[in-house]
């Protein structure tokens, strides 16, 4: 089964959603994007997601055996597995949680900002644009001849 959803790898949010869906009985098998993997079976285990360098996972894969996991920038992984808190393979992930967080709301910021300056640039151009066309006795005159001929 695939579902899609916005959320940011590894966040609270993503978590607590990931773990519904196991209590439904659905288990994550992989991540693309914003779409997620799930297979049906019949008693999924709760997850756990953490930050590790793309590096340690690839050195910690055969031992560590995670679900899944997603790459950030080719430096930077989100893991995800089923193991307990206290059997984490990075005990403390604060540092790269904080690193993605501060990554995403760069993102975020920027896009705003681009939203803000095409909304300025369109409202400038709208405005140049009316003060400089005026209604000239002909273009009054096309406007009433184009409106008695579609109305016959």
């Not at 609270?12 to 049906?40: C, D, M, P």
């Not at 679900?67 to 089923?82: E, G, I, N, P, R």
């Not at 790269?96 to 993102?107: G, K, Q």
Request: hydrophobic share 45%; proline share 3%; charged share 15%.
């Amino acid at each position: 089964m695939q579902k899609r959803r916005f959320f940011l790898k590894g966040s609270a949010a993503e978590v607590a959603w990931l773990n519904r869906q196991a209590a439904w009985g659905y288990q994550l098998t992989a991540i693309h994007g914003l779409s997620y993997q799930f297979k049906e079976v019949p008693q999924a285990r709760q997850l756990i997601a953490e930050y590790m360098p793309q590096t340690t996972l690839q050195a910690m894969t055969t031992v560590f055996q995670p679900l899944t996991s997603y790459t950030f920038h080719d430096d930077m992984a989100v893991v995800y597995s089923t193991v307990a808190p206290k059997q984490r393979v990075v005990n403390n992930d604060q540092q790269y949680r904080l690193a993605v967080y501060r990554h995403a709301r760069d993102v975020a910021l920027n896009w705003l900002n681009g939203w803000v300056l095409v909304v300025w640039l369109m409202m400038s151009a709208t405005i140049v644009i009316s003060s400089q066309l005026q209604a000239t006795p002909l273009l009054t005159r096309c406007y009433y001849l184009g409106w008695h001929l579609v109305r016959g």
